[in-house]
């Protein structure tokens, strides 16, 4: 029988890297102000990271005691004190931990090689954080494939395959690295008709060639060859034969040079209903999931870098009243987006043009470097022919629950005359003139004045990493 000691040996060797005994190595993370050093030991380092060993190893920089030191500007002290809690006492306590935090985590530990830690935190954002993974899809995604973490590669191919537009509509589309686009367009269960598919495909590969004609009418031989190698590992993925007569005509056919020349007589053949025998291979159809109720058979989804589904169902039962959320499937409300941050613009400026006069608007906000999402509701409008005030009972502002924020906070409009504040040479949208505001470029929450209580701990200006404004109507 062997007995286990694991959890003193872990306290012993936690307790060595913080009182710094006998190390050899000086390891500086960030830049400065905020630049901070760790002291550890090269014989610890080469049995439990041994990248870093490699390091200390090519390391020519040494301080006045003749201590080798490693510099990581790039890594931030927080996630570097993880990686080394982890290296030193094989643990580490991560409640409480922004999400961003722990991605930031997932990426340095992939760097470091250190495998075991990889596979444990991708396992860890996905049973614990599947909000955020959602909400920083495009991120996600495109990182998982850079770095070939295969579990987030996989979870996030399975809500691709159901939900396609997070990805295919998604700004970052045309940066998508080729490995992933394969993955997504072999998908048997890919819930996107054919031709949208080939639309994607050719968008995609245009973009990746700068200096091809924007006019396919101007396009020469040379152009199309360019096209067609950068396809070369897409094209053989298209369920040619599942395409409409019409579409291969007027998406297809005009792209016939990229695809071998009997393969588009098979195409021709297929589609003009001829017996005659094909060499092409046929791809099965896409199962394609429909739903035989139409009663129960409406599939709510919102394109948003910011809200998940579960946030809209929310919202919108704040905005109608009701004790219980809404079902996600059952959001009584279309939300359509009107405005995005990052496509459009943060300026004041261009919430006016996008958002002038119209009612029932949401309007979100990502905070950077948290997991707060901050937002309000207004059913009549801003307008910028007005100054002052506007009146209203319904409007309210809030905080939702998300990755580590568990609770979320509504805060309704308790003085009505003062709901709404228009403004245009100053303020973008504004809720109660200092309780939630886009001020100038930026957003920040003055004073708590015309709503119920506070939707974030701090007051003053906050930094963002998007907003998004929608305009909803009942469906």
Same mark, same amino acid.
């Given at each position: ?226 096209? @067609? =190698?950068?396809?070369? #590992? ?6 040619? !034969? *599942? %395409?409409? /007569?019409?579409? +291969? ?37 896409? @199962? =394609?999931?429909?739903? #035989? ?6 599939? !709510? *989804? %919102?394109? /948003?870098?910011? +809200? ?168």
């Amino acid at each position: 029988m062997t007995l286990n000691f694991y959890e003193n040996l872990s306290n012993d060797y936690v307790k060595l890297l913080e009182n710094g005994n006998e190390y050899n190595i000086i390891i500086e993370v960030g830049e400065p102000p905020v630049m901070q050093t760790f002291k550890v030991h090269s014989t610890v380092l080469c049995y439990r990271c041994p990248y870093l060993y490699d390091e200390f190893k090519k390391s020519t920089i040494n301080n006045d005691d003749n201590i080798k030191i490693i510099q990581k500007p790039q890594i931030s002290a927080k996630v570097f004190n993880f990686i080394l809690k982890y290296i030193y006492g094989a643990t580490i306590n991560l409640e409480k931990v922004e999400t961003s935090i722990i991605f930031d985590l997932l990426m340095t530990a992939n760097q470091f090689q250190l495998e075991e830690l990889v596979e444990r935190l991708q396992t860890f954002l996905i049973e614990n954080h599947p909000s955020w993974l959602k909400l920083s899809f495009s991120k996600i995604y495109n990182s998982s494939f850079q770095t070939d973490f295969k579990a987030l590669q996989n979870y996030c191919n399975d809500i691709i395959a159901k939900h396609p537009n997070l990805i295919f509509e998604s700004n970052n589309f045309n940066t998508l690295p080729e490995t992933a686009l394969v993955s997504i367009i072999q998908r048997d269960d890919l819930q996107l008709e054919e031709s949208k598919i080939w639309d994607y495909i050719i968008q995609w590969g245009i973009s990746q060639n700068k200096t091809l004609p924007s006019n396919i009418d101007d396009w020469v031989d040379k152009d199309f060859q360019i096209l @067609k =190698i950068t396809l070369q #590992q897409c094209l053989p993925h298209i369920r040619y !034969f *599942q %395409i409409s /007569s019409k579409d +291969i005509m007027e998406k297809v056919f005009p792209y016939q040079q990229i695809l071998n020349k009997k393969l588009v007589t098979d195409i021709l053949k297929y589609s003009m209903a001829l017996n005659e025998p094909m060499t092409s291979t046929i791809l099965p159809p896409r @199962k =394609i999931v429909t739903n #035989q109720l139409p009663n129960r058979g409406y599939t !709510f *989804q %919102i394109t /948003s870098s910011v +809200i998940t589904n579960e946030h809209a169902a929310e919202i919108a039962s704040w905005i109608d009243k009701k004790e219980v959320t809404y079902d996600v499937n059952n959001n009584p409300y279309e939300f359509n987006l009107i405005l995005r941050g990052s496509r459009d613009g943060f300026q004041k400026n261009v919430f006016w043009n996008l958002c002038n006069q119209k009612t029932n608007l949401v309007v979100v906000v990502k905070v950077k470097d948290t997991d707060e999402i901050l937002g309000g509701y207004n059913p009549i409008s801003w307008n910028s022919d007005l100054i002052g005030y506007c009146e209203t009972n319904d409007s309210f502002i809030f905080s939702l629950k998300n990755g580590n924020i568990k609770n979320h906070i509504l805060s309704r409009v308790k003085d009505a005359n003062n709901a709404i504040y228009n403004y245009s040479n100053n303020f973008g949208p504004n809720f109660g003139g200092n309780d939630f505001r886009l001020c100038r470029n930026a957003f920040n929450i003055h004073s708590i004045n015309n709503y119920e209580k506070l939707i974030r701990k701090t007051t003053g200006e906050f930094s963002i990493d998007d907003y998004e404004v929608f305009q909803i109507k009942k469906r």
